[in-house]
C-alpha cells in the first residue's frame, strides 16, 4: 500500500519520506515542524496466526476489530516468510448433534475468533518450513477485493480506510503547490490503536491533528449513505473542540454542503487517539458515510471528491 501511495506522491512531484514505524510522510510548506497533520491510514484489519496445531490447521485471532462474523468461510491469504499461502477460513461443518462441535456452540453464543481455523491443505512440519508461526499474519484473499457497483453505491473489503487514502491523494493534489504548511501523513498501524499517528505526533506535538476515515451507519448516530462527509465530534477518546464544530459547519455552508454530525459511541481515529495522548491539541476526524464497518463496506461513489472538496476547504482557513 505505501509503495502505490508513493508512487502517486511521487507523480505529483512531491518530496516523501518514511520513518520506522512505516508511516509515509508528505510535506508541504517550509516548516520543519508543521503545526498541522492529515492523516489516513494504511492497514487494514486482518488475523494473525495464534497457534499451528498439530495436524496443519491453523488457530487465528484478530489483528485490529476483525470480528468472524463479519468474514464467514471463504479463501484468505496466509502471508509466510517465503510467499503467500492460499487457505480457507472454517468454522467446521453443520451436520452433527455434538454439543461441543461448533454449530450447535452457535446455537446459543456468537460465533467468536476460537471457533475459527484457518485450513491450508499442508501438514504442520510444512508450515513450519514455509515460515508460517505464531505473529504471521492472515488476510482476506484477492479473490474477494472486487469491488461490486449498485448505481451510486459502491461496496467492498477494506474501503476503511483505502477510500479515504483517495481522498487524501486527491487533497494532497489540490494543495501541492500551495505554501500551506501541513504534514499529510499515510499511517500505519492505525487499527491496532493509532500506533503509526503516534509515532510521528510524540515529537511533532501539532496544534490539530485531521483524520479521514470513515462516518459508521450505526443506530445511535446514523447517517445518509450519501457523498455528504460526516464528522466526529466524540468518540471513545476524545471529543472535538465547539468552536471546530463550528467552523466545520460554517465552511460546509459555504460549500454548499450538509455535513453530517455524528456523536459515536465506540471507536476512534488517528487524531482522537492521538489527542487521548495528549499528542494533539485539536482532534479533527473528517469521515465517508459507510455501512457495514469492517465488512464489506457500502459507500456513495461521489465521497472522495466531497471529502477532498471539505479537507481543502478546512486546511485554507486553520
Not at 33 to 44: L, R, Y
Not at 252 to 268: E, H, K, S
Not at 287 to 314: C, K
Amino acid at each position: 500500500m505505501r509503495l502505490a501511495l508513493e508512487a502517486h506522491v511521487s507523480a505529483l512531484g512531491l518530496k516523501h519520506t518514511s520513518d520506522a514505524k512505516g508511516n509515509l510522510l508528505v510535506p508541504l510548506g517550509k516548516s520543519q515542524s508543521p503545526k498541522i497533520v492529515v492523516t489516513a491510514h494504511m492497514d487494514e484489519i486482518a488475523m494473525i496466526v495464534r497457534r499451528v496445531e498439530y495436524d496443519g490447521r491453523l488457530a487465528v485471532g484478530p489483528l485490529g476489530g476483525l470480528f468472524p462474523w463479519k468474514l464467514g468461510e471463504g479463501p484468505v491469504q496466509v502471508l509466510a516468510a517465503s510467499g503467500a499461502l492460499d487457505g480457507v477460513l472454517s468454522f467446521g461443518s453443520i451436520h452433527t448433534a455434538d454439543p461441543s462441535s461448533n454449530v450447535r456452540q452457535a446455537d446459543s453464543k456468537s460465533i467468536d475468533w476460537d471457533m475459527a481455523r484457518v485450513v491450508t491443505g499442508l501438514a504442520a512440519t510444512d508450515l513450519e518450513a514455509r515460515g508460517v508461526r505464531p505473529g504471521t499474519r492472515v488476510v482476506v484473499s484477492p479473490s474477494r477485493r472486487g469491488l461490486l457497483e449498485m448505481g451510486d453505491l459502491v461496496s467492498g473489503y477494506f474501503l476503511d480506510d483505502r477510500a479515504d487514502l483517495v481522498a487524501w491523494l486527491l487533497a494532497l493534489e489540490e494543495l501541492a503547490a500551495s505554501d500551506l504548511d501541513v504534514l499529510f501523513a499515510a499511517t500505519a498501524a492505525e487499527e491496532v490503536g493509532g500506533e503509526g499517528a503516534k509515532y510521528i505526533l510524540q515529537d511533532l506535538r501539532p496544534d490539530i491533528c485531521v483524520a479521514l476515515e470513515l462516518g459508521p451507519f450505526v443506530d445511535d448516530a446514523p447517517v445518509s449513505l450519501n457523498d455528504q462527509p460526516t464528522v466526529w465530534v466524540t468518540d471513545s477518546y476524545s471529543s472535538m473542540a465547539a468552536s471546530d464544530c463550528d467552523l466545520l459547519a460554517r465552511i460546509g455552508g459555504d460549500l454548499g454542503m450538509r455535513l453530517q454530525f455524528q456523536a459515536l459511541t465506540r471507536g476512534g481515529s488517528d487524531a482522537s487517539a492521538s489527542a487521548n495522548q495528549g499528542l494533539c491539541g485539536r482532534p479533527i476526524t473528517l469521515g465517508l458515510a459507510m455501512e457495514n464497518s469492517h465488512g464489506f463496506e457500502i459507500m456513495h461513489r461521489n465521497a472522495m471528491d466531497e471529502l477532498a472538496r471539505l479537507t481543502v476547504a478546512l486546511l485554507r482557513q486553520l
